[in-house]
């Protein structure tokens, strides 16, 4: 099993890293129209996810670390919400739609077990 070093090494940071591309993926099929709307949001929310996993790591007390996991798992929320709404809207076809949100279920998986482990070194 090998050291976690970074918060690079952390496997819930490049699931997450992995859901930005493939957010970027489905945000090229929608209109044109959508750029600063439907788009615009998606983008920020994947984003946020890997984004508050590094940033929590930097912090050297667990409370914070936790607190920036479960931002994570706002924005995650969020953009499964505006992931659902792009379907709702039939902006996203089926197949593209089913692996975004396989990808957020299984983040969201990661991160409930990551915090409740967490949790309990406390």
């Known amino acids: 099993m090998t050291q976690i070093q970074s918060y690079k090494d952390l496997l819930i940071w490049q699931k ?11 945000c090229e099929k929608l209109p044109k129209d959508e750029m600063f709307g439907l788009q615009s949001q ?3 929310a994947a984003i946020s996810i890997p984004s508050n ?11 914070n670390y936790i607190q920036f996991l479960r931002m994570a798992r706002g924005s995650l929320l969020e953009l499964e919400t505006q992931l659902i709404i792009s379907r709702e809207l039939k902006l996203v076809g089926k197949e593209l739609f089913q692996k975004v949100q396989g990808l957020i279920i299984e983040e969201n998986k990661m991160l409930n077990a990551f915090i409740k482990s ?4 406390e």
Do not use: P, T, W
Not at 53 to 63: P, V
């Open 16 to 26: 997450g890293i992995s859901l930005v591309k493939y957010v970027y993926l489905l």
């Open 53 to 63: 996993i590094a940033e929590g790591y930097g912090r050297n007390y667990s409370q």
């Open 42 to 44: 998606m983008k920020r």
């Open 118 to 121: 967490i949790s309990k070194q």
